[in-house]
């Protein structure tokens, strides 16, 4: 009986720890509200064709970062920062990392897991580049945009 009830209490820990901030989540939902809502086309046009980016690419991270964070997509900027405008460590699922490589190599047979540094990406722009760089170079290793490089470390020689 006592372990069946410390197994219970366990479980409902872990799900605690493991699962996104709702209240983060609807906070930043509701600072988004503010912004025009956009269809994923105009997403794509308004934000990426310009900067070369797919429009796959564009309509997967339209599908599949909202679904990963929670958060409405339609109103998301390329310039909101992930951490600081998006509090996306706390709004997403613990595993949303795993799902993002495994849903983009199903989408565009890239396996992506070894090259992806969420240190190096701040934006949802970088993340973007980054996704978009992946499927036009999936043999890169590197990224090709230096300036969102960590400004901290410096240059090897």
Known sequence: MWHRLKNFLSSLWTYNALRPDFRVRRRVNRSLSDRPALSQDEWFE??????????????????????????????VLPSDRLEEDLQWTEVCWFDWEQSLCEDFHGCFGVDMGDRLDFSCL????????????????????????????????????
């Open 46 to 75: 308004a934000h990426y064709k310009a900067q070369g980016v797919t429009y796959a690419i564009a309509l997967f991270a339209y599908q599949h970062l909202g679904q990963y964070s929670g958060l409405d997509l339609s109103r």
């Open 122 to 157: 701040s934006t949802v722009q970088d993340l973007v580049d980054f996704l978009n760089q992946q499927k036009i170079n999936p043999d890169s290793g590197e990224l090709d945009f230096p300036e969102i490089l960590s400004l901290n470390s410096e240059p090897e020689f």
